[in-house]
């Protein structure tokens, strides 16, 4: 198998954040239908696409905090969450309706299995 060296920042501007994932030209390291990752960087305000509205995908996901301040709400289970701590994270499965709003500048990853079209 090969190797693949970047910055995922630098990368990441072309997919919306995405590093990984089935959207990547196939051949290329970055293609999977296993695993989606994505390298978020999100200002203040920042709301999820279609917010209020609510999203639920077809994959697992997790979002890991890295630096800043998200909310997330969760629309069955009731609750909104504040990830503020360096390593917060939210794990929820498929078809969970949710949605985030930025609070302040944040840096995120994100991990989503499996791959495919939406």
């Known amino acids: 198998m090969g190797l693949c060296l970047g910055n ?3 990368e990441a501007i072309k997919h919306r954040g995405w590093v990984t994932g089935h959207f990547m030209p196939e051949g290329d390291l970055h293609y999977s239908r296993d695993v989606e990752i994505k390298w978020g960087k999100h200002k203040a305000g920042e709301k999820s ?3 209020p ?3 639920a995908g077809d994959s697992t996901t997790c979002t890991i905090l890295i630096s800043g301040k998200i909310r997330q709400e ?3 289970h009731n609750i909104g969450v504040v990830l503020e ?3 917060d994270y ?3 499965g498929p078809g969970v309706p949710h ?3 930025v609070l ?3 840096r995120i990853l994100t991990v989503r299995w499996p791959s495919g079209p939406k």
């Open 8 to 10: 995922a920042e630098a």
């Open 49 to 51: 696409r279609g917010y």
């Open 53 to 55: 509205e609510w999203s």
């Open 74 to 76: 969760f629309q069955q």
């Open 85 to 87: 701590n360096e390593g």
């Open 90 to 92: 939210a794990l929820f």
């Open 99 to 101: 949605r985030w709003e």
């Open 104 to 106: 302040e500048d944040t």
